[in-house]
């Protein structure tokens, strides 16, 4: 009898694997939002962090091999180097021009889900003279920051108060 149940065990394992391992599973990471836009900073001065959020819908998980901002784009995150199904981490974002005018970058994660590296793609706009508006998520309500842009109001939160629709 043990021998014909050990049978069976090693043809499950042939069929389906053996080891600790998913049965057929596969991560897949998301990022959201797909895009952020950070209005006017200051040539040299870093924004307040927008946040980006890394989610695991796949079945598997995700083993997260780096996280990179391109020139004049900063990150910091919360995310371990791997993330289970169905769990998130939050990546942080912010802008520090480093010259006047329209500026693009990326945010690339890299890691064992198909279409590696996900990306964000990263605006923002360098002024030496200073923001004229804030910007969805950017703080306001203090003198020395400016007003919310059009469309956009300011909205207390616990410590802060914060641009928002």
């Known amino acids: 009898m043990k021998k014909y149940f050990s049978l069976i065990l090693c043809g499950l394992c042939l069929l389906n694997g053996c080891g600790g391992g998913s049965l ?34 796949g079945t598997a998980t995700l083993s997260i091999a780096s996280i990179a901002a391109t020139a004049n784009f900063g990150q910091a995150n919360n995310c371990l180097s791997t993330l289970a199904p169905g769990k998130s981490c939050t990546i942080n974002v912010t802008f520090t ?20 590296p996900q990306t964000v793609s990263l605006s923002g706009n360098g002024s030496v003279t200073g923001p004229s508006c804030s910007v969805q998520g950017q703080e306001c309500g203090a003198a020395q920051l400016p007003a919310c842009c059009s469309g956009l109001v300011c909205v207390p939160a ?5 641009c928002e629709p």
Request: glycine share 14%.
């Open 24 to 57: 057929g599973g596969s991560p897949n990471g998301t990022l959201s939002p797909t895009s952020l836009a950070f209005g006017v900073e200051v040539v040299g001065a870093a924004s307040q962090p927008l946040p980006i959020a890394l989610t695991n819908s």
């Open 97 to 116: 021009p480093s010259a006047s005018g329209t500026l693009n970058g990326t945010l690339s994660v890299a890691d064992n889900a198909t279409g590696s």
């Open 158 to 162: 616990s410590t802060r108060a914060f």
